[in-house]
């Protein structure tokens, strides 16, 4: 039989060779995870789903700084900035204008990411690279601080306190405590931020922001806009922080300004997706496994410390002293995280 024109393109367009089995794998993996998202607080009692929201809560966090420092190599000691701008923007806007939380959320995301572009592009100008693009991020987030500790709108430092409704209300973002909901919304917004992720690393400004990160000047030589690729990734990242702050804000029903600005608070953006391995889709979600479950047995054992740690009792900044421990350990032996090193053995086996 004739062999038509049309048969040699299909043929070729279903060679196994020839499939994205990166990106088909990816969203596999997201599916199943979505999956047992959905599932967990169906199975788990009310002090888990506490613990839970909070790994989440961080899981997003690293996603979205893993998205500028990681993918886009710009890396940033001052996350607390987009996290606080998300988080007051939400509680501003429900407390004085009544707006839903879901609209918020999306407002304190766009103002974040403007805002953090706009320092990206301050930095980028005037060629702040490396170590002194971190101090610059990290000096921003400070200045955020200290207006939140002094504006009067935003009632100085005794924070902001959001109105708690006698009934429930999705549109509101409120229900009982132990409502199931209050898990699955923080899924499924880690859900979005790492489908953003899997397709962004896998675009054509991903793959040019990954290649100015590994050689900025092979990158220019070939054409790429630097500078516009960067910026993309900054915007995606700050918008992401933005939405774990804005959800944070929610769900303790309070903010201020060290909960907001606090430099703990971008160490809890940083330490996620160092442990897991930066530059990898699912390293910050293997960091915040660790580091949320962690970060809750700190609060216990500060709060009713044994008797043989009782000088431990009250004192502040244990998290970030044992954050530093485990970041020196990876660092020390599993300079690519756990799970970067986890996959690059098992890719080393795979060719052998």
Not at 73 to 87: K, M
């Amino acid at each position: 039989m004739k062999q038509t024109e049309t048969e040699p393109s299909r043929v070729a367009a279903d060679d196994p060779r020839l499939r994205d089995t990166d990106l088909r794998n990816s969203l596999i993996t997201l599916g199943v995870l979505t999956v047992v998202l959905a599932v967990l607080p169906l199975v788990v009692n009310e002090r888990i789903e506490s613990i839970l929201v909070l790994t989440l809560i961080f899981a997003i966090m690293g996603v979205g700084w893993n998205l500028m420092s990681g993918f886009g190599g710009l890396f940033s000691f001052g996350h607390a900035a987009f996290f606080g701008v998300g988080a007051y923007t939400n509680a501003y806007l429900v407390i004085e204008y009544e707006l839903s939380p879901w609209i918020a959320m999306i407002i304190g995301a766009v103002f974040a990411a403007a805002i953090g572009t706009f320092i990206a592009f301050l930095c980028l100008r005037y060629k702040l690279a490396g170590a002194y693009f971190a101090l610059a991020t990290f000096a921003f987030a400070q200045m955020f601080l200290l207006l939140a500790q002094n504006l009067e709108f935003l009632n100085k430092t005794d924070g902001l306190s959001l109105p708690i409704l006698g009934e429930e209300s999705f549109w509101h973002m409120q229900f009982r405590q132990g409502n199931d909901w209050y898990v699955w919304i923080p899924s499924a917004l880690l859900v979005i931020a790492l489908g953003i992720t899997i397709l962004y690393a896998r675009s054509r400004p991903g793959r040019y922001v990954q290649a100015a990160r590994d050689d900025e000047v092979a990158a220019a030589s070939l054409g790429i806009n630097v500078m516009r690729t960067r910026l993309v990734a900054v915007m995606l990242s700050c918008a992401v922080t933005a939405i774990a702050g804005a959800y944070y804000a929610q769900y303790y029903f309070f903010v201020g300004p060290e909960q907001a600005f606090g430099t703990h608070v971008s160490v809890q953006a940083i330490v996620p997706a160092v442990l897991g391995g930066i530059g990898t889709i699912w390293g910050p979600l293997v960091g915040a496994l660790i580091v949320g479950p962690l970060a809750e047995y700190i609060k216990e054992l500060l709060r009713d410390p044994p008797s043989y740690l009782e000088f431990l009792q009250g004192v502040s900044g244990l998290d970030v002293a044992v954050y530093a421990v485990l970041l020196i350990v990876i660092v020390l032996f599993m300079r690519k995280g756990i799970y970067g090193t986890l996959k690059d053995k098992i890719t080393e086996r795979k060719n052998q």
